[in-house]
């Protein structure tokens, strides 16, 4: 008895699997050729007319697609077109940072809507979280004073993040440890919740959003704080059963460099990251290095900008770090063989020097049919976008798990 009921169980669950693969099917369908009718969708989507129309009927119910003008006859009844119903659903995407929450609410097409930065105040993980329900619940209901429904939320942030538990297993910068997150957001608001490694969610923006648009294979580095990278293959995040995979950012790059926070020496983020940069510019200048900079009002920004304006000093010291960089991004290529290499952070003000020494790493170091084909481009996206998270919502739609919970 008890192994029928469990073979029940699991056809059910099947049933139900297939039902969210042709739901996320027809919406991406919908949402690429709208407006649409449902016999076109049924050509497209290779799906039989009764699921479509069945499919469709949920949709309509739920608010997430619209019906629009009727598409001229071909003989027979005219027949209803269909769209995205992109201003009917709203949702938060957030960004914890080092020090600043960011707050962001969306519609559908990815056009923000409103936007709330708040310096961040919590010394332990309790007080986390409370700081960030206090938050949330404040947004949502400005957000309610202007006719505007959350149905979903997605919170990105750095660290090693288990997205399908939900679970925050390590911050680098907050009291989080093996914190289940979503799942404390998600039952007090009773709203579908979706966390992400941060600068993974950047590359699936970048994959929607930006650079890496229509490219189904590419690597996003991210340099700021420390160094990371997002990977998607086959228009998906590459995450693996652990759920963290692109920690290039402790690759050793110098076996005589200095000791990382994660306990190794010579990790690539010594050598690369904002930090490490400014620190070294500092030294030099105390060291009586020529610039053009003073040592009272240095900064990353200042050191990059310097570095594109030709600056000698500031230019060897992003040049050094490029090289460390372009080794690093040489190994993934021969690896991956991805169709697009995106660089994103600050570092990118610097562009001239940064790819050109990227560039040559890759010529003497990638075997060659893969260095012709790969193509490497800064970020078209700030690497603090509220985007990241809201490509999680993106994802989470095209899965079709979304698609079978959001309310709109």
Excluded: W
């Excluded at 998607?232 to 110098?254: R, S, T």
């Amino acid at each position: 008895m008890e192994r029928n009921n469990q073979q029940a169980d699991s056809v059910i669950a099947s049933v139900d699997h297939i039902k969210q693969l042709n739901s996320a099917t027809i919406y991406k369908v919908i949402e690429k050729h709208a407006p649409i009718s449902r016999v076109k969708i049924a050509n497209v989507s290779k799906l039989a007319p009764a699921s479509v129309t069945k499919i469709t009927r949920q949709l309509l119910q739920q608010g997430i697609i619209c019906e629009t003008a009727r598409q001229a006859s071909t003989g027979g009844r005219c027949a209803i077109s269909l769209a995205p119903n992109t201003d009917n659903i709203h949702v938060l995407a957030i960004k914890i940072g080092q020090k600043t929450l960011s707050l962001s609410g969306y519609n559908l097409a990815a056009e923000q809507l409103t936007i709330k930065k708040i310096k961040i105040k919590a010394e332990d993980e309790q007080q986390l979280l409370a700081f960030l329900i206090a938050t949330i619940d404040n947004f949502i209901k400005k957000q309610q004073k202007n006719t505007r429904k959350i149905s979903a939320i997605a919170i990105s942030l750095s660290g090693l993040i288990n997205p399908k538990k939900g679970v925050v297993l390590y911050s680098p910068y907050h009291p989080l440890v093996n914190f289940p997150l979503a799942n404390k957001i998600e039952q007090h608001f009773q709203l579908p919740t979706f966390i992400g490694n941060h600068t993974r969610s950047l590359a699936l923006a970048e994959h929607y959003f930006g650079a890496s648009k229509e490219c189904l294979d590419s690597i996003l580095i991210s340099i700021h704080h420390g160094v990371g990278s997002g990977i998607i293959i086959e228009g998906k995040a590459l995450l693996g059963q652990n759920f963290n995979i692109g920690e290039i950012g402790h690759i050793q790059a110098n076996p005589a460099g200095r000791q990382c926070h994660c306990g190794n020496f010579g990790c690539l983020e010594t050598e690369v990251s904002d930090r490490v940069i400014v620190e070294k510019v500092a030294m030099a200048i105390k060291q009586g290095s020529f610039t053009r900079l003073s040592l009272d009002s240095l900064n990353i920004e200042k050191i990059y900008q310097a570095a594109e304006d030709n600056d000698p000093l500031c230019q060897k010291i992003v040049e050094d770090a490029a090289t460390y960089l372009g080794k690093a991004i040489a190994i993934l290529i021969n690896l991956l063989n991805p169709q697009k290499i995106i660089i994103a952070g600050k570092i990118i003000r610097a562009k001239t020097s940064l790819l050109s020494t990227i560039e040559q790493c890759i010529a003497h170091q990638v075997l060659p049919n893969f260095q012709h084909k790969v193509q490497i481009e800064t970020s078209q996206l700030e690497p603090d976008t509220t985007l990241a998270a809201f490509a999680l919502i993106k994802q989470a739609i095209y899965d079709g798990d979304l698609l079978q919970r959001i309310d709109g």
